[in-house]
Nanobody
């Protein structure tokens, strides 16, 4: 099955850090822009960050700017989301997808993963 597989979530205290991984399964991700998304219980789907395929340009939602860093390692067929200074409002299921990146938002369109749960709580 062609999809991304996310990992790295868990329970962390406020102010802590996590690094999420997004591994391509059954295809190579080097030609795709990759977006990270999240959805908290009772809330809508939010585009968190995106990284282009060509020159690695990155995009962030205002809610995570300065705290999260997206990156990719095409040799490992994996993208990452480094999350620092985590807040309780970051609690959500995080997932990735092949996406269109822009400064107006991130739009996923293919290879959606099942996600990894991030819980920020003391």
């Amino acid at each position: 099955q062609l999809q991304f597989v996310e990992s790295g979530g868990g329970l962390v205290q406020p102010g802590g850090s996590l690094r999420l991984s997004c591994a391509a399964s059954g295809f190579t991700l080097d030609t795709y822009a990759i977006g990270w998304f999240r959805q908290a219980p009772g809330k809508g789907h939010e585009g968190v960050s995106c990284i282009s395929s060509s020159n690695g340009t990155t995009y962030y939602a205002d809610s995570v700017k300065g705290r999260f860093t997206i990156s990719r390692d095409n040799a490992k067929n994996t993208a990452y989301l480094q999350m620092n200074s985590l807040k309780p409002e970051d609690t959500a299921n995080y997932y990735c997808a092949a996406s269109y990146c822009s400064y107006f938002g991130t739009q996923g369109y293919a290879y959606w993963g099942q996600g990894t749960q991030v819980t920020v709580s003391s």
